[in-house]
């Protein structure tokens, strides 16, 4: 296989990024008489990223991956979805009914459902309870539900109740998942324990994984939803493997419960950093983390060693790669477009792969040496290629994540003279209260974040007169570059006068 990071310097917010989950575009009208007929190669090229931070914030992003014009993206490529008080730990895409979940710690969970170009609240779910683990059905229709006391509950995603069951175990639930045939449930606990109920509420099996360390997460090699006719009877088929993931690093492989011989790998990864989810194909394992440094304790600063690795269905370590981010360590994986997209979240930042799960040709190794050594994607055109080969060194500079956000040497230009596209710009202002004068600042969302494009403050109490300037410049005598956008501008003090009726 092959896999090379984007350069992307913009797939990043202000705030740590804690949970990611990647929704396929399902086309707007279906005919009801076929049925889910879909061809996931087709459609799985664009999509919808959603991310869950430490401000309370879901972020809701528009991917691509295929090189569009900026005129052919949606009206509006972010949502930044509010409404949580704590932190979004958790985040997840319930694809046949294109909804969304969110969690946050405090226990609350929210339901996001899409109407007339806008993201709202359809359910609310809140015990006061911590919630350790959501998760949709692979036919959407059911969500489980497990809590910190114990208390595990099993819900239609119209918010009915199905069952619900307050276990007495000897340690708390940490984890759970849906067998591919949602017949059954299996549950993680902080010992190690396998607990496997079925889909009325009754007890099946209580198994003792392992003797030591706890179950962080675990994940089934089958496909997160099933979107075609046909897959229900595929899916019983059998086959398929079960990792969970350990605190102490490792990853057991399972084809049951009963299993007598499961397959042990040692990542060598941080516990507490390790993520892991199988690729749609069943056969690939993606695993995230944090390596540990020969010799020394945990350390809690940066540079952090952060890789992505690769597993078979045996076990077998396919693939290593280091992630480019090395200031916070992994928070979060998710797949994405039918497997050709990896996303990783470290801290703010989210790192996008590109992924080919064939042996890499020769010329697309030379195309992706080729951009790595180019300054800037203009500089592009001027290497001496024939014009077919052109567009596909072009290519390799698009980016996955289509957000309308500045460059950090761009920011002037790009308030002065925006995208010209058709989509909007959605921006939130807010007020700085800690200092004397009124002082606000402009800031463009992304990503569940908030990018700051202006800053101004209130110069008159009486009259509405603000002088507003570059947030980032603030401090730095160097006004060269600087765009006037207003007759009144002075650049000895890089300010621009703006004058309200309002």
């Given at each position: 296989m092959h896999l090379h990071f984007e350069r992307n310097v913009n797939a990043k917010c202000d705030c740590t990024i804690l949970s990611l989950s990647w929704m396929g575009k399902v086309p707007d009208e279906l005919p009801e008489e076929e049925g889910w007929k879909l061809n996931r190669n087709n459609y799985y090229q664009e999509g919808w990223l959603a991310t869950g931070n430490v401000r309370g914030v879901v972020g809701v992003t528009f991917t691509s991956s295929h090189?569009?014009?900026?005129?052919?993206?949606?009206?509006?490529?972010?949502?930044?979805?509010?409404?949580?008080?704590?932190?979004?730990?958790?985040?997840?895409?319930?694809?046949?009914?294109?909804?969304?979940?969110?969690?946050?710690?405090?226990?609350?969970?929210?339901?996001?459902?899409?109407?007339?170009?806008?993201?709202?609240?359809?359910?609310?779910?809140?015990?006061?309870?911590?919630?350790?683990?959501?998760?949709?059905?692979?036919?959407?229709?059911?969500?489980?539900?497990?809590?910190?006391?114990?208390?595990?509950?099993?819900?239609?995603?119209?918010?009915?109740?199905?069952?619900?069951?307050?276990?007495?175990?000897?340690?708390?639930?940490?984890?759970?998942?849906?067998?591919?045939?949602?017949?059954?449930?299996?549950?993680?606990?902080?010992?190690?324990?396998?607990?496997?109920?079925?889909?009325h509420g009754a007890m099946v099996s209580q198994v003792q994984l392992v003797a030591e360390g706890g179950i962080i997460s675990m994940a089934w090699s089958c496909e997160k939803f099933k979107m075609e006719e046909g897959e229900e009877g595929a899916e019983s088929g059998g086959g398929h493997v079960l990792a969970v993931a350990l605190g102490n690093g490792e990853i057991v492989l399972l084809r049951g419960h009963d299993d007598v011989s499961p397959v042990r790998v040692r990542t060598g990864l941080r516990g507490n950093t390790l993520a892991m989810e199988w690729a749609n194909s069943r056969e690939l394992l993606a695993v995230a983390g944090t390596l540990l440094p020969e010799g020394t304790e945990s350390p809690d600063s940066p540079p952090f060693k952060n890789v992505v690795k690769f597993y078979s269905d045996?076990?077998?370590?396919?693939?290593?790669?280091?992630?480019?981010?090395n200031q916070a360590k992994v928070s979060a994986l998710t797949w994405g477009h039918a497997a050709r997209r990896l996303f990783v979240a470290c801290g703010g930042a989210v790192a996008t792969a590109r992924v080919w799960r064939v042996v890499a040709p020769l010329q697309l190794l030379a195309r992706v040496r080729a951009a790595q050594s180019l300054a800037a994607p203009q500089a592009a055109a001027q290497l001496p290629l024939p014009p077919r080969l052109m567009p596909l060194v072009a290519s390799l500079f698009a980016h996955t994540i289509r957000c309308n956000v500045p460059e950090c040497n761009d920011l002037r230009r790009f308030v002065s003279r925006p995208p010209a596209s058709?989509?909007?710009?959605?921006?939130?202002?807010?007020?700085?209260?800690?200092?004397?004068?009124?002082?606000?600042?402009?800031?463009?969302?992304?990503?569940?974040?908030?990018?700051?494009?202006?800053?101004?403050?209130?110069?008159?109490?009486?009259?509405?007169?603000?002088?507003?300037?570059?947030?980032?410049?603030?401090?730095?005598?160097?006004?060269?570059?600087?765009?006037?956008?207003?007759?009144?501008?002075?650049?000895?003090?890089?300010?621009?006068?703006?004058?309200?009726?309002?």
């Amino acid at each position: 296989m092959h896999l090379h990071f984007e350069r992307n310097v913009n797939a990043k917010c202000d705030c740590t990024i804690l949970s990611l989950s990647w929704m396929g575009k399902v086309p707007d009208e279906l005919p009801e008489e076929e049925g889910w007929k879909l061809n996931r190669n087709n459609y799985y090229q664009e999509g919808w990223l959603a991310t869950g931070n430490v401000r309370g914030v879901v972020g809701v992003t528009f991917t691509s991956s295929h090189a569009r014009r900026p005129s052919e993206l949606p009206l509006r490529t972010n949502y930044n979805l509010r409404g949580h008080r704590s932190d979004v730990i958790l985040v997840k895409w319930n694809e046949p009914y294109q909804k969304l979940a969110s969690c946050d710690s405090s226990g609350v969970i929210f339901v996001w459902i899409k109407y007339e170009g806008r993201w709202s609240i359809e359910l609310i779910n809140d015990r006061s309870t911590p919630v350790t683990h959501f998760s949709w059905s692979h036919d959407g229709r059911m969500a489980l539900i497990c809590y910190q006391d114990g208390f595990v509950l099993v819900g239609s995603v119209a918010g009915q109740r199905y069952w619900s069951s307050m276990l007495s175990l000897d340690a708390r639930i940490t984890c759970g998942c849906w067998t591919p045939d949602d017949a059954q449930v299996y549950l993680g606990t902080a010992s190690a324990q396998l607990v496997v109920m079925d889909v009325h509420g009754a007890m099946v099996s209580q198994v003792q994984l392992v003797a030591e360390g706890g179950i962080i997460s675990m994940a089934w090699s089958c496909e997160k939803f099933k979107m075609e006719e046909g897959e229900e009877g595929a899916e019983s088929g059998g086959g398929h493997v079960l990792a969970v993931a350990l605190g102490n690093g490792e990853i057991v492989l399972l084809r049951g419960h009963d299993d007598v011989s499961p397959v042990r790998v040692r990542t060598g990864l941080r516990g507490n950093t390790l993520a892991m989810e199988w690729a749609n194909s069943r056969e690939l394992l993606a695993v995230a983390g944090t390596l540990l440094p020969e010799g020394t304790e945990s350390p809690d600063s940066p540079p952090f060693k952060n890789v992505v690795k690769f597993y078979s269905d045996v076990g077998s370590l396919i693939y290593t790669v280091p992630v480019p981010y090395n200031q916070a360590k992994v928070s979060a994986l998710t797949w994405g477009h039918a497997a050709r997209r990896l996303f990783v979240a470290c801290g703010g930042a989210v790192a996008t792969a590109r992924v080919w799960r064939v042996v890499a040709p020769l010329q697309l190794l030379a195309r992706v040496r080729a951009a790595q050594s180019l300054a800037a994607p203009q500089a592009a055109a001027q290497l001496p290629l024939p014009p077919r080969l052109m567009p596909l060194v072009a290519s390799l500079f698009a980016h996955t994540i289509r957000c309308n956000v500045p460059e950090c040497n761009d920011l002037r230009r790009f308030v002065s003279r925006p995208p010209a596209s058709p989509g909007r710009l959605h921006c939130t202002m807010l007020r700085h209260d800690d200092e004397e004068a009124g002082a606000y600042t402009l800031y463009l969302e992304h990503l569940g974040g908030l990018v700051p494009l202006l800053k101004g403050r209130r110069t008159s109490k009486i009259r509405p007169e603000f002088v507003i300037f570059d947030p980032q410049a603030e401090g730095n005598g160097d006004c060269r570059g600087c765009v006037s956008v207003c007759p009144c501008y002075t650049p000895e003090y890089r300010y621009y006068y703006l004058y309200s009726s309002v």
